[in-house]
């Protein structure tokens, strides 16, 4: 398995975790939801729903209605009435993949999949995933500076202009990591610390309060110049 198809995977699990869709509705979901799969087709998504089924994560059910009509119609004809819901064991091997922390959690596009999904995140593994992919930057980063250094003087001005870019971006993302690594520690500071809290389980769907940002976009892995 690639680990584009891999990401795509996760996140068409991810998105029937929270309700039954069919296919039209999921490539809407994609491509509004999570960016960077902006450019899947039909003919990329229907074979990733079918490994999905084949491998019993999913099941595929009439959509119970005669008067489906939706865009995705008139281009595959009958898979727009099929819906696809998760089962038992796809809710399982989700839930699996959300615990995960490895360097691949990290990358541009699996990182930007993972945080997508971080409502359903157990805390201290965003707090892992967050940790590792600021280390990865920040790795990246004093890379891009030592390269910068060596070839300063060979560069022209565009091309001077683009490395600074490249790490601006990246200087950028390593704020923002940084706020929100600071948000998660907190909140669950507070939750320590709170009487009742304490006596609660911390469960994923509690974000521990994402820090208030005045009118900014989060930045996008999948647009980071520096890949």
């Not at 309700?19 to 990733?48: Q, V």
């Not at 009439?62 to 809710?91: F, N």
């Not at 990246?140 to 490249?166: F, I, N, V």
Request: proline share 5%; with cysteine; glycine share 8%.
């Amino acid at each position: 398995m690639s680990r584009r198809s891999g990401i795509l995977e996760f996140a068409v699990l991810g998105l029937l975790r929270e309700s039954p869709m069919h296919g039209y509705e999921l490539r809407k979901r994609l491509n509004t939801s999570l960016g960077i799969f902006r450019a899947f087709s039909y003919g990329t998504l229907y074979p990733c729903l079918k490994t999905l089924v084949a491998s019993g994560w999913l099941i595929e059910e009439p959509s119970g209605d005669p008067a489906d009509t939706t865009p995705a119609s008139s281009l595959t004809g009958r898979r727009a009435k099929i819906v696809y819901r998760l089962t038992a064991e796809g809710k399982e091997h989700f839930e699996e993949l959300l615990s995960h922390t490895g360097p691949d959690a990290w990358e541009d596009e699996h990182f930007a999949a993972r945080f997508a999904f971080f409502g359903q995140t157990e805390r201290d593994v965003r707090m892992r995933v967050l940790e590792g992919r600021r280390s990865r930057l920040e790795e990246r980063l004093e890379k891009m500076r030592a390269s910068l250094a060596r070839t300063r003087e060979r560069l022209d001005d565009y091309t001077l202009e683009l490395q600074r870019h490249g790490m601006e971006s990246v200087e950028r993302e390593v704020r923002w990591l940084n706020e929100l690594i600071e948000s998660e520690r907190s909140g669950r500071d507070q939750r320590r610390s709170s009487p009742e809290g304490s006596a609660q389980q911390d469960t994923s769907g509690e974000t521990g309060g994402l820090p208030r940002h005045r009118g900014d976009t989060p930045p996008d892995p999948s647009d980071d110049t520096t890949k």
